[in-house]
C-alpha cells in the first residue's frame, strides 16, 4: 500500500487548465482515468487526509504509484481522449458498463454490391445500417417476414447467393414473392439497391410515405377493376401495418430519442436504454456494473453515455437523449454528442408529459434489471454455499451459519414503531417464519432500545419453546401436545446467525439482550447501510468484505428483505390508525356490519342521526348491538364540516359513502424505508 504524499506532484508543476490524468500502479498498469475542468483543482481532491476521502478514492489513491497528466484545448476533447484511454487500458477502478447478452440487431449491408438484411451480433461494420437492439433474434426474423412481402430484399448468405447465380434458379424466397432474385437478373443492382434504401427508411421510421403510396397504388387499381392487383396492394398495407404495430407508438409527435434510465445500490447500478425512432420504441438494451469508483448518478450517467455512444456516428446518434441527472459538463458531453452526429443532439432530464411517462416506465425496467440480477446470484445453490462459508470465514464461525434472522425497526417519525423478522435458511427465504412486532416497552424514538426489545421478546420465546418441549430442565420427555400438529412452532429454532440492521450501537443492544438471557451460542452482527460494512459485538473496527463476495451480496438480500417487511407492517398500522372512525369503538361491531350501516344510511353523519329502531331495521343488526352503536356514536364529537373554498358553501358530509371514514388532518411520509410485499405473521406475547 503507497503513500499518496510519496508520489504527489508539486501545486506549480500541475496545470490550471481542462485535461485527463491517469493513476498507475507500482507495475505501471493504469488503474484508473479522469478528466477535469482544471487539472490542479481535481487532483488537488485526490491528495487529502485519507479520511476525508470516501473508501473507494482512498482505496485507488493507495494501491496507485503514481501519476501523470496529458493537457487538452477543450472539454469535448478531454471527454474524448477520457473515453479512449478506458477502451484502451481497461482501468480496474473506472466504472464499466458490461452487456448483460449480446443482443441481436436488424442490420442491412449496404456496403455490399446487392445489399443483404440479416441478423447480427458483436461489434459494428462501417458500411452497414443497424436498426435495433432487439431483445430477440425471433423478433426481427418476424418482423423482416413482414416486410419482405413489399420490400423483397435479399436475405440469403453469400454461398447461398452464388449457387442460385451458377445455377440460374434462385431459391424458394425468389419463387413465393419474398425476393427480388437479384442472383438471376430479375431487378439490376441499382433497382435492389432502391428496394433496401426503402427498406431502410421504412425502418428508420419514415413510415407514412409509403403507406400512403400504396394505398393511393390500391385505390387506382381499384378503380380501373383490377382487382388481383388491389388485393395484393391492401395486403401489402396490412403487411406493413402489422410490422408497425409490433413497436406500439409512445410518443405522438415522432420523436427520435434515446431514454436512459438507472437503478442503483451502494455496490452496483444497472442501465437501461430504450431507443425510440418516429414515436415508437425500436430496440431496448441494458447494463450492468460494479461500483468500484466514488460516482453518484450524475457520473453513472457520463458514462454510460461515453460507452453508449463512443464509437456511433450519424443517425445511430439521436437527436435527443433523455437521462434521469445531467452530468457535471452536461455542455461539454452534448456537444461531444453532437460532434458523434454531425447535428445537434439535445441532452436533457424530461420534467413533464408523455416523455417524462415514458422515462419511468425504463426506470421501472432498470429496477427489475438489477433485481434479477442479484436474484439469479443468489439463487444459485453453489452462489449460496459459497456465500455461506465466506459469511462463516469473515464473522469467525465455527459453521456456515444455515439459518440466519435479521431484524430491523421501522417507524414514521416516532409514531408506530414496529420490527420485523425475516428468517433465510440455506440462503434462501423462508416466508412462512417471518414475523413482526410492535413495540410496546415504551414509546417515542429509539432504534437501539426497540433492537433491545424485539431480541429480548423473540428468545424469550425461543427459551419458553425449549422448556415446552422438555429440551432442557429435568430431562423428563413432556406429555404428548393434544396441539401438536408436527408443524414448526413459532419461534422454536435458533438460528446460527442473527443480522441487525445497523452499527455498533444496535449490535451492543441485540448481544447485550441474548446474554441477559444467558443465550451464548448465537453469533450476532450487524451490516451497516452506508458503506456495507459487518460489525461484531465488541469490535471498535468493522469487518469489510469484499465488494464481489458472495457472502456480502447475501446479507445485503436479507437485510433488503428485513426493510421491505417492516415498512410493509408500519405503513398498515399507520393506515389503520388514520381510517379509524366511531364505528370502531363499538364492541363486536365487525368489517360486514359496519359496511351494512353506511350504505344503509348513506354516511356516519345520517347514522347519527337515526334512532335506535331505524339502526335495527339494518339486517344482522339486534337491539342490543343498535345500541351500543348509536351510544357510540352520540360520544364521539362530530367531525368539522368540510368547506367549498371557491363558493364558501359548507359541503354535506354525507357525500362519503366509505365504509370506514377517514380521520381529517394531514401526516407526513417521511419514512424509513423502502416498501415491497410478502407473507406477513403477527407476533402474539403472552
Known amino acids: 500500500m503507497a503513500d499518496p504524499s510519496s508520489y504527489r506532484p508539486k501545486p506549480g508543476q500541475i496545470p490550471d487548465s481542462p485535461g485527463v490524468y491517469k493513476f498507475r500502479d507500482e507495475h505501471r498498469r493504469v488503474i484508473y482515468v479522469g478528466k477535469a475542468k482544471s487539472l490542479r ?33 477543450t472539454e469535448v476533447e478531454a471527454l474524448q481522449l477520457e473515453y479512449s484511454w478506458i477502451k484502451e487500458f481497461d482501468p480496474r477502478f473506472n466504472v464499466k458498463y458490461r452487456d448483460d447478452k449480446s443482443y441481436p440487431y436488424l442490420a442491412v449491408t449496404m456496403n455490399e454490391e446487392f445489399p ?82 426503402e427498406f431502410s427508411d421504412f425502418m428508420a421510421g419514415r413510415t407514412g410515405t409509403y403507406i400512403r403510396r400504396l394505398e393511393k397504388q390500391m385505390t387506382i387499381a381499384a378503380e380501373d377493376m383490377e382487382y388481383e392487383k388491389a388485393a395484393r396492394l391492401r395486403d401489402d398495407v396490412t403487411a406493413l401495418r402489422r410490422a408497425m404495430e409490433k413497436n406500439a407508438v409512445v410518443l405522438a409527435d415522432a420523436t427520435d430519442a434515446d431514454l436512459i434510465a438507472l437503478a442503483e445500490d451502494e455496490l452496483e447500478a444497472a442501465v437501461q436504454i430504450f431507443h425510440v425512432r418516429g414515436g415508437r420504441v425500436r430496440g431496448q438494451r441494458g447494463w450492468v456494473t460494479d461500483k468500484v469508483e466514488a460516482v453518484d448518478t450524475a457520473g453513472l450517467v457520463e458514462h454510460a453515455l461515453q460507452q453508449l455512444y463512443g464509437e456511433e456516428s450519424g443517425e445511430t446518434v439521436p437527436k435527443e437523449v433523455l437521462v434521469p441527472a445531467l452530468p457535471e459538463d452536461a455542455e461539454a458531453v452534448s456537444a461531444w454528442l453532437s460532434g458523434r452526429r454531425g447535428s445537434l443532439v439535445s441532452l436533457r432530464v424530461p420534467q413533464r408529459g408523455d416523455k417524462k411517462d415514458l422515462m419511468e416506465t425504463v426506470a ?12 439469479k446470484r443468489a439463487s444459485d445453490l453453489t452462489t449460496r454455499s459459497r456465500a455461506l462459508e465466506e459469511i462463516a470465514e469473515a464473522l ?32 434462501l427465504p423462508r416466508k412462512s417464519e417471518y414475523r413482526r412486532f410492535q413495540i410496546k416497552g415504551f414509546e417515542g424514538q429509539d432504534d437501539v432500545r426497540s433492537m ?7 428468545f424469550k420465546r425461543y427459551l419458553a419453546e425449549k422448556e415446552r418441549t422438555g429440551e432442557w ?9 393434544p396441539e401438536d400438529d408436527g408443524r414448526p412452532k413459532r419461534f422454536a429454532y435458533p438460528p446460527q446467525l442473527v443480522v441487525v440492521d445497523g452499527g455498533q450501537p444496535q449490535v451492543a443492544a441485540a448481544q447485550r439482550a441474548l446474554d441477559e438471557l444467558g443465550i451464548d451460542d448465537i453469533a450476532v452482527c450487524g451490516l451497516a447501510k452506508r458503506l456495507e460494512e459487518v460489525w461484531l459485538p465488541g469490535d471498535d473496527d468493522p469487518v469489510v468484505l469484499p465488494r ?64 335506535i329502531e331505524q339502526i335495527c331495521e339494518v339486517p344482522g343488526m339486534g337491539r342490543k348491538t343498535a345500541e351500543a352503536v348509536a ?31 377517514r380521520a381529517h388532518g394531514t401526516t407526513s411520509t417521511t419514512e424509513k424505508h423502502g416498501t415491497t410485499s410478502t407473507t406477513e405473521k403477527t407476533e402474539q406475547d403472552t
Not at 421501472?364 to 436474484?375: F, G, I, M, S
Not at 362530530?638 to 357525500?655: H, R
Open 396 to 427: 469467525d464461525l465455527d459453521s456456515a451459519p444455515l439459518r440466519i434472522e435479521c431484524f430491523d425497526i421501522s417507524h414514521l417519525q416516532g409514531e408506530d414503531v414496529v420490527a420485523s423478522m425475516v428468517v433465510f435458511e440455506d440462503g
Open 452 to 458: 433491545h426489545e424485539v431480541i429480548g421478546r423473540r
Open 548 to 611: 464481489s463476495s458472495e457472502g456480502l451480496y447475501l446479507l445485503q438480500r436479507v437485510r433488503d428483505t428485513a426493510h421491505d417487511f417492516a415498512i410493509r407492517y408500519q405503513r398498515s398500522k399507520r393506515t389503520k390508525r388514520l381510517r379509524t372512525g366511531p364505528l370502531d369503538a363499538v364492541p363486536g361491531l365487525g368489517e360486514t356490519r359496519k359496511q351494512a350501516l353506511i350504505k344503509h344510511f348513506g354516511s356516519v353523519k345520517r347514522l347519527r342521526q337515526a334512532t
Open 473 to 481: 430442565g429435568d430431562g423428563e420427555v413432556p406429555a404428548e401436545d
Open 631 to 661: 351510544a357510540a356514536l352520540a360520544l364521539a364529537a362530530p367531525a368539522a364540516p368540510a368547506v367549498n373554498t371557491a363558493t364558501g358553501e359548507i359541503m354535506e358530509d354525507g357525500a362519503d359513502v366509505t365504509a370506514r371514514p
Open 364 to 375: 421501472r425496467n432498470a429496477q427489475q434489471a438489477l433485481v434479477l440480477h442479484k436474484t
Open 41 to 73: 483543482q481535481r487532483l488537488a481532491n485526490y491528495f487529502q487526509p485519507l479520511t476525508s476521502l470516501h473508501p473507494r478514492t482512498a482505496t485507488m489513491v493507495t494501491t496507485a504509484a503514481s501519476v501523470e497528466w496529458t493537457v487538452v484545448s
Open 116 to 197: 443483404r438484411v440479416q441478423v447480427m451480433r458483436g461489434h459494428k461494420k462501417k458500411g452497414v445500417r443497424y436498426f435495433g437492439p432487439y431483445a430477440h433474434a425471433w423478433a426481427i426474423r418476424e418482423t423482416v417476414d413482414l416486410m419482405l412481402r413489399v420490400f423483397p430484399v435479399r436475405t440469403c448468405s453469400a454461398g447461398v447467393f452464388r449457387n442460385a447465380a451458377s445455377a440460374g434458379r434462385p431459391c424458394l424466397l425468389g419463387y413465393i414473392g419474398k425476393c427480388s432474385a437479384p442472383c438471376v437478373g430479375r431487378v439490376t443492382p441499382e433497382e435492389h439497391r432502391e428496394l433496401a434504401e
